[in-house]
């Protein structure tokens, strides 16, 4: 079973990025997926779910700025993030709620 990210870097206030999480091991239409993030010298904060039916969920602190999609035929979740805030940054990981899989993660540093 393995989960790698990729797309985070560094973006400017009012920027945009885009995560994606590549799954193998595991049958992913099946389950359902999050993003977490975590500052430094912070816990862990749940950012985003989505079922494996497509319901999606998030953070008030994000609601309305990141969407989260998956494609199941690519066994690839992303987040979309718009309207970046320095707050926002982060070690962005996905993570599989069922056996608390999670990947290494990706930085995502907002910054003028």
């Known amino acids: 079973v393995q989960l790698v990210e990729s797309g985070g870097g560094m973006v400017q206030p009012g920027g945009s990025l885009r995560l994606s999480c590549v799954v193998s091991?595991?049958?992913?239409?099946?389950?359902?997926m999050d993003w977490f993030r975590q500052a430094p010298g912070k816990r862990p904060e749940w950012v985003s779910s989505?079922?494996?039916?497509?319901?999606?969920y998030y953070a008030d602190s994000v609601k309305g700025r990141f969407t989260i999609s998956r494609d199941n035929t690519k066994n690839t979740l992303y987040l979309q993030m718009n309207s970046l805030k320095p707050e926002d940054t982060a070690l962005y990981y996905c993570r599989r709620p069922s056996g608390n899989l999670r990947g290494p993660g990706t930085q995502v540093t907002v910054s003028s």
């Open positions: 989505i079922t494996g039916g497509g319901n999606t």
């Open positions: 091991g595991f049958t992913f239409s099946g389950y359902e």
